[in-house]
Nanobody, 122 residues
Framework: QVQLVESGGGLVQAGGSLRLSCTAS????????IGWFRQAPGKEREFVAAISRSGSTSYASSLKGRCTIFRDNDKNTVYLQMNSLEPEDTAVYLC????????????????WGQGTQVTVSS
């Protein structure tokens, strides 16, 4: 079965950095676009970044310049490097997979991980 597993979350001070990982199994990883989303308590799921099969990327405007998404198809893993973190970035971060092109809305993604908590203290 398809499985996406996120890791790398944790508690970090404002201005710090984290690198999240999303490792997939049960799919032909190189044929999937991967997206990162986040969800804070009481808020809707929000697009963070996505990477296509070919390596094209897209970022939410609120995070552009502070994060980088990249993939390693040999390891079936997509990474999200986040820098200059702010308390407003506190949320559960989830990765998702879909065949074909990358998009920025959650309903387009077929497979989801369980998420990893990121907490940024002020």
């Amino acid at each position: 079965q398809v499985q996406l597993v996120e890791s790398g979350g944790g508690l970090v001070q404002a201005g710090g950095s984290l690198r999240l990982s999303c490792t997939a199994s049960g799919i032909t990883f190189s044929t999937y676009a991967i997206g990162w989303f986040r969800q804070a308590p009481g808020k809707e799921r929000e697009f963070v970044a996505a990477i296509s099969r070919s390596g094209s990327t897209s970022y939410a405007s609120s995070l552009k310049g502070r994060c980088t998404i990249f993939r390693d198809n040999d390891k079936n893993t997509v990474y999200l490097q986040m820098n200059s973190l702010e308390p407003e970035d506190t949320a559960v971060y989830l990765c998702a997979a879909r065949v074909r092109n990358l998009v920025d809305f959650p309903s387009a993604y077929a497979y989801w991980g369980q998420g990893t908590q990121v907490t940024v203290s002020s």
